[in-house]
């Protein structure tokens, strides 16, 4: 018998859009100066509609479009038979790339990235539709407030313009951070602005050793704070070891050192701290060898890799059956995301570290949401307790970032292709040190 949709999809939308990004530097070249997201729209029979958030690469939103219109007429309410019919439809996908993280993490599924924002979008609708925030119908939340760490980036003052070099770029008031100075003044600032309990450096720029003289000045001047660094996989083994054991003391956790599940394990075994992952383990299948193996000690979650909010629950429970940390990753994002990651963050039983987020790096006004939502009170987020999500979507904000999108031309993220704009003789290949 055929069942009669409780909300019924009328309308998926997708639309792309593009929001001002600094020149961060990382393993595989430098951010853009603009970033590309993509914004979803679910819309019932009953005129409410649900918010979700992806990449902005173009074969990511065809996808996302493509899917959108098979689940037509499907019930919102109903995410098993959504994510049913996303994997039906993706069965005749033929397009290639899409990932939308500029070639680092590219080993999370199709289906599961399509599907997050799908589902993201039906379980703010579902809220609404109800009257209970999302974290209800997660079960519940276990936090009413969840905490995030600085993130440090080396970077150029700003985006150099025409006849200039990333030497002599103008200040995107920001500033420069080249060295170790430059990495503890973005720090306090940081701390001073947000209140941050925790601080995390992007590595795999630079020197491995100027990177660690960097952890170190961050370890002196805030003293007992925990600290990370992650240098995506850019270094062997041996210099993973090397620069592990040195640090040993001044890390909270190291992330991501080198590559794979064994090069992971063999740091393990000759480095006393936690191995922490967004790299090694970005999907289900991915658990099992990497526990096997010794590989890692704390997962990133992240709801855009592994299939949305529910699916990032499931990834809880299996943390916590092998005893695995866990905390949560960050892309460049808007307020659509983050409003997703704190629902999940407050509903899940373990988050055992301060989460990841991009969200001081965005100027305030490039954003798709109603208002100013989020404000940071020492170092954490209040999780929104209004129906749904807990945000509304700024149709003029909307159509000015898509504008810039449209503008601007591109199509993919591609921090490599703009460092060697510069650079020309960049090389991401790994290991680089």
Partial sequence: MTRTPAAAITEIR???????????????????PLALRSIVELVTDSGDYGLGESYGDAVHVQRLRTVGSALIGLDALDTAQLRHATAEALTRDTLSGGHGTS???????????VFAPLEMASLDVQGK??????????????????????????????HPRAGQTPATASDDGFGTALDPAGIVAQA?????????????????????????????????RFPGMPLRLDPNAAWSVETSVRIGNRLNGALEYLEDPTAGFGGMAEVRKRVDMPLATNMCVVAF?????????????????????????R???????????????????????????????????????????????????????????EGSPFTFEGGSLTVPASPGLGIALDRDRLER???????????????????????????PTIPRF
């Fill in 14 to 32: 997708v639309t792309p859009v593009a929001f001002a990004d600094p020149p961060l530097l990382n393993a595989v070249g430098a951010h853009e």
């Fill in 103 to 113: 070639g680092m993490v590219t080993g999370t599924t199709t289906l599961d990235r």
């Fill in 129 to 158: 539709l109800l009257g209970v925030p999302v974290t209800t119908l997660l079960g519940g939340r276990c936090r009413e407030s969840v905490p995030f760490s600085g993130y440090l980036f080396f970077k150029w003052a700003g």
């Fill in 188 to 220: 306090e600032r940081m701390a001073a602005e947000y209140g941050f309990t925790a601080l995390k450096l992007k590595g795999g720029v630079f020197d491995p050793e100027q990177e660690a003289t960097a952890v170190e000045a961050l370890a002196a």
């Fill in 285 to 309: 299948d991915h658990i099992p060898r990497a526990v096997a193996a010794g590989s890692i000690d704390i997962v990133l979650s992240d709801p855009h890799f592994w299939g949305g909010l």
């Fill in 311 to 369: 699916r990032s629950q499931e990834l809880v429970g299996i943390a916590e059956t092998f005893g695995l940390g866990l905390s949560m990753h960050s892309n460049s994002h808007l307020g659509v995301s983050l409003a997703a990651m704190l629902h999940f963050a407050a509903s899940a039983r373990s988050i055992d570290y301060a989460c990841d987020t991009h969200w001081p790096w965005k100027n305030p006004e490039d954003d798709v949401v």
């Fill in 401 to 427: 970032l898509h504008r810039a999108y449209t503008d601007s031309g591109l199509t993919a993220r591609d921090d490599t292709t703009y460092m060697r704009r510069f650079h020309p003789a960049f090389d």
